[in-house]
């Protein structure tokens, strides 16, 4: 079963336009599926997985196998595999001009966006797609089984449960132990503590150097290792909204696990009961919100405020010259911090929305409103 996924018509709206398009995103999120689903709309093409070794066999000679396929739309899935066939690609479509000639996929974008970069400029456009949203399976999947499976198709799908936590073990073993090897230096020992860590400090700013205090390796490690989580899909940072308001503020990004499933695994949080009487429950809820913004607004900026003094808003994002203050709040009965409300003065924002797992709406002031997750979405596409 296809389950369809916001960014497909940008995806084929990109091949009418560009000669090349990228779909970039973490393993197992679902990029093959889509790949797939929008290639039926274009009968002449053809699909190569590079990680299969009779696909990789047909490239022996790329430039005879391009020109041999030269009307059709070549699609490379796991295109990180062969980063040396970029400038050949680049010819190929200098050479025959038009758009819609080659998709590739890949989910290594620090290797993908370095080669694609220097030989594709000007000839490529890029969309990350993943793991599901909330919005993409809200008819499948109840909102607090979502917050434990996580989006990843084969864990938010999941018929039970317990396949759904297998899955997501194998999935952090198998990145720990096998992807990883893709770079050298990296201690796969050291990356899975540091994951786990980054688990236990989903929504805050990092201190790097204490988390190399307590695994034993220098600040710059730590910084080279999440800059790797973060060019693998693994972790998000979200950069201060530094306002020109004379008050010291601080100036460090917000960290966050992509996939709020993915959080609970490592942090051994198997059921919606445990969640539910977990403290990380209201920085996981963080991470779902934070998730519908980018997966519903593809190029959106995402800032987070806070000051010396602790006052804080978890997100502000401008909208067509409107400035939108975004809190989240983990509660059927949400109410704002004296900090929040401080924060809200600094910086004045247009609206305010507390987001919570409310399937109503109600104000709380008159630019202040209590909305849920879809809701948000929803009234923000109308500001769009």
């Known amino acids: ?72 739309l070549i699609c490379l899935d796991e295109i990180q595999r062969k980063p040396e066939i970029f400038p050949l690609i680049r010819s190929m479509v200098d050479e025959w001009g038009g758009y819609g000639h080659f998709m590739i996929l890949g989910s290594a974008s620090v290797q993908l966006l370095r080669q694609s970069s220097e030989s594709l400029a000007g000839r490529i456009a890029y969309h990350t797609l993943n793991p599901f949203i909330y919005s993409e399976i809200d008819q499948l999947v109840d909102l607090n089984s979502y917050m434990v499976k996580g989006g990843y198709p084969r864990s938010a799908l999941a018929k039970s449960s317990k396949s759904s936590e297998n899955w997501k073990h194998n999935f952090v073993q198998s990145y720990v132990e096998r992807d990883l090897f893709q770079w050298g230096g990296v201690s796969s020992t050291t990356m899975y503590r540091l994951w786990k860590m980054l688990a236990h400090l989903n929504g805050q700013v990092v201190n790097h150097s204490r988390l ?108 067509r010259g409107r400035r939108i203050a975004i809190e989240c709040k983990a509660s059927l009965s949400p109410n704002l911090t004296k900090g929040n409300y401080s924060s809200i003065n600094d910086i004045k924002p247009d609206i305010t929305y507390v987001v919570a797992p409310v399937n109503d709406s109600w104000p709380l002031s008159e630019k202040i409103m209590v909305i849920g997750i879809l809701e948000l979405i929803k009234e923000l596409a109308a500001q769009a």
Not at 12 to 39: D, F, M, Y
């Open 1 to 72: 079963m296809f389950i369809p996924r916001d960014i497909e018509w940008r995806v084929v709206e990109s091949l009418l336009e560009n000669p090349v398009t990228a779909i970039i995103g973490s393993r197992q999120c679902g990029k093959t599926t889509l790949a797939k689903q929008v290639v039926k709309d274009f009968p002449n093409s053809i699909f190569l997985d590079l990680e299969r070794p009779s696909d990789l066999a047909r490239l022996e000679n790329p430039e005879l196998f391009f020109q041999s396929h030269k009307e059709k």
């Open 212 to 319: 190399g205090n307590s695994l034993g390796v220098s600040s710059v490690t730590i910084r080279n290792y999440i800059d790797l989580l973060s060019n693998t899909f693994m972790v998000k940072q979200v950069p201060p909204y530094l306002p020109n308001i004379g008050k010291r503020l601080i100036k460090s990004a917000k960290l966050y696990l992509y996939d709020p499933g993915i959080i609970c695994t490592l942090l051994e949080i198997a059921s919606v009961e445990q969640l539910l009487g977990n403290p990380v429950f209201g920085s996981l809820w963080e991470t779902v919100v934070l998730n519908q913004l980018y997966g519903s607004f593809p190029g959106i900026s995402v800032y987070h405020y806070r000051t010396s003094q602790a006052n804080e808003l978890d997100f502000i994002i401008e909208m």
